[in-house]
């Protein structure tokens, strides 16, 4: 059945516009769109003048199975993203034991599309075990169905073994995701080097470690030409290697987490510690300088960097307590900070969460494109709440945005044009 989303401010990565309009859906795609007089049809859905974007592309999202269900299942996690308007999941390999065989990718593959409502794609292991001594049988994993490689935090610190595995990938064309850390000097860290952490009595680490360990990456990217996307950039010292790296055109995308784009290192307070996260909030200068990095593009990717840890891994002193965050429902409520404070725009907001991880990956999705995949997000960008982490869909809660004042709710998700959450808001 087609179906008609009208009055909607629709928002365009790609054309880079935000105007009135109507989308018309069909067959799981988007079959025509336009800003005038939409066409008759029998299933419409008033948008009542909301905003209408492509779904969001999430990379680096980490799920609990196996091994770690009681953090985060599929079906939860599926139902969190639903919530929070992403319709495509890019899953990490951090698992217990890591996404290493082919075996086990098709195990996530099969559990995945059981159970969640939205597209998810699963990154393997780029070496055995993540222990950086080995790699992975890239072309077997690639056929299994992997979508891109990382050892996620565990830093593969082998030069040698490093390199062999990017050579290998550019080979098959296969993505390398790395975490751009020097792993000895970020070792047991909790928070950023500075007065504050001095303050506080805390194990720190000095934004530098992040310049030198992006650094060294490229530089064997340069070596062996491989595709290479860092997963999170959180500090300025690390933008000037980065526009070096693009300016002589090597294959190279970066991203950055929510937190790091809306929180800072005095969000610690009191040694709170759902605000640890990995690397460790930073700077308000650092903040600052990651917001304008993606206004400008040399950022290239907003990602949620969900990482789900029960209560008991959290209640821990500060130096103790795990890293990590949820994040699936609060990514768009958190970016559109940056809306309201006129730091970026919609059209940009949605290249960094939609279209650009979509462009990297080669998805046909992000886009509101004639023929493009009808994965769509509709929210309402003024409506405002306070953030109660009890009533959020993830089985873990550990958000740091507990007891804030957002503003913009999610109203409906789509994939393949079916609602897929807030079906009753076209009911009324």
Same mark, same amino acid.
């Given at each position: 059945m087609k179906t008609l989303l009208a009055n909607a401010i629709?928002?365009?990565?790609? %054309?880079?516009? $935000? =105007?009135?309009?109507?989308?018309?859906? %069909?067959?799981?795609?988007?079959?025509?769109?336009?800003?005038?007089?939409?066409?008759?049809?029998?299933?419409?859905?008033?948008?009542?003048?909301?905003?209408?974007?492509?779904?969001?592309?999430?990379?680096?999202?980490?799920i609990g199975e196996p091994g770690e269900r009681h953090k985060e299942s599929f079906r939860t996690a599926g139902a969190a993203a639903a919530a929070g308007g992403v319709t495509t999941m890019i899953t990490r390999p951090d698992t217990s034991p890591a996404l290493d065989t082919p075996e086990a990718l098709e195990f996530v593959?099969?559990?995945? *599309?059981? =159970?969640?409502?939205? *597209? !998810?794609?699963?990154?393997? =292991?780029?070496?055995?075990?993540r222990l950086g001594h080995e790699m992975v049988e890239i072309g077997f994993l690639t056929d299994a169905g992997a979508i891109a490689f990382s050892d996620c935090d565990h830093v593969v610190a082998d030069n040698k073994v490093f390199s062999r595995a990017l050579t290998y990938a550019k080979s098959l064309g296969a993505l390398v995701i790395?975490?751009?850390? %020097?792993? *000895?000097?970020?070792?047991?860290?909790?928070?950023?080097?500075?007065?504050?952490?001095?303050?506080?009595?805390?194990?720190?680490?000095?934004?530098?470690?992040?310049?030198?360990?992006?650094?060294?990456?490229?530089?064997?990217?340069?070596?062996?030409?491989?595709?290479?996307?860092?997963?999170t950039l959180s500090t300025a010292a690390a933008l000037p290697a980065l526009q070096r790296a693009k300016d002589a055109g090597l294959d190279?995308? =970066?991203?950055?987490?929510?937190?790091?784009?809306?929180? *800072?290192?005095?969000?610690?307070? %009191?040694?709170?510690?759902f605000f640890k996260v990995k690397p460790p909030l930073r700077s308000e200068d650092d903040r600052l300088a990651m917001v304008d990095a993606v206004a400008t593009g040399l950022i290239d990717i907003i990602s949620s960097m969900h990482t789900p840890q029960d209560e008991e891994s959290k209640r821990l002193p500060f130096q103790e307590a795990a890293s990590g965050a949820v994040a699936l429902e609060t990514l768009l409520p958190a970016a559109l900070r940056l809306v309201h404070s006129e730091l970026i725009d919609l059209p940009t907001l949605f290249a960094a969460l939609a279209l650009n991880p979509a462009r990297r990956l080669g998805l046909p999705c992000g886009r509101l494109a004639i023929g493009a995949p009808a994965d769509l997000v509709l929210f309402d960008i003024n409506a405002p709440f306070v953030l109660d982490r009890f009533s959020l869909k993830s089985k873990s809660k550990n958000t740091p945005f507990d007891?804030?004042?957002?503003?913009?709710?999610?109203?409906?998700?789509?994939?393949?044009?079916?609602? !897929?959450?807030?079906? $009753?808001?076209?009911?009324?």
């Amino acid at each position: 059945m087609k179906t008609l989303l009208a009055n909607a401010i629709l928002i365009d990565p790609e %054309d880079k516009t $935000e =105007a009135l309009g109507w989308l018309l859906l %069909d067959a799981g795609l988007i079959a025509d769109k336009g800003t005038g007089t939409p066409p008759a049809c029998t299933n419409t859905i008033d948008c009542r003048g909301l905003h209408l974007a492509p779904g969001i592309v999430d990379i680096g999202v980490k799920i609990g199975e196996p091994g770690e269900r009681h953090k985060e299942s599929f079906r939860t996690a599926g139902a969190a993203a639903a919530a929070g308007g992403v319709t495509t999941m890019i899953t990490r390999p951090d698992t217990s034991p890591a996404l290493d065989t082919p075996e086990a990718l098709e195990f996530v593959t099969r559990r995945a *599309n059981e =159970a969640a409502p939205i *597209n !998810i794609l699963p990154m393997a =292991a780029l070496t055995k075990g993540r222990l950086g001594h080995e790699m992975v049988e890239i072309g077997f994993l690639t056929d299994a169905g992997a979508i891109a490689f990382s050892d996620c935090d565990h830093v593969v610190a082998d030069n040698k073994v490093f390199s062999r595995a990017l050579t290998y990938a550019k080979s098959l064309g296969a993505l390398v995701i790395a975490h751009p850390q %020097d792993p *000895n000097m970020s070792k047991g860290a909790a928070v950023t080097s500075g007065k504050f952490a001095s303050l506080r009595g805390l194990p720190a680490v000095s934004p530098m470690a992040e310049r030198m360990g992006l650094e060294r990456d490229l530089a064997l990217v340069e070596m062996t030409g491989a595709r290479y996307h860092a997963d999170t950039l959180s500090t300025a010292a690390a933008l000037p290697a980065l526009q070096r790296a693009k300016d002589a055109g090597l294959d190279v995308t =970066a991203g950055v987490s929510i937190h790091h784009l809306t929180l *800072n290192e005095l969000d610690v307070g %009191d040694y709170r510690t759902f605000f640890k996260v990995k690397p460790p909030l930073r700077s308000e200068d650092d903040r600052l300088a990651m917001v304008d990095a993606v206004a400008t593009g040399l950022i290239d990717i907003i990602s949620s960097m969900h990482t789900p840890q029960d209560e008991e891994s959290k209640r821990l002193p500060f130096q103790e307590a795990a890293s990590g965050a949820v994040a699936l429902e609060t990514l768009l409520p958190a970016a559109l900070r940056l809306v309201h404070s006129e730091l970026i725009d919609l059209p940009t907001l949605f290249a960094a969460l939609a279209l650009n991880p979509a462009r990297r990956l080669g998805l046909p999705c992000g886009r509101l494109a004639i023929g493009a995949p009808a994965d769509l997000v509709l929210f309402d960008i003024n409506a405002p709440f306070v953030l109660d982490r009890f009533s959020l869909k993830s089985k873990s809660k550990n958000t740091p945005f507990d007891g804030q004042r957002m503003q913009g709710k999610v109203r409906m998700s789509f994939v393949a044009g079916h609602a !897929i959450f807030g079906a $009753e808001y076209a009911d009324h």
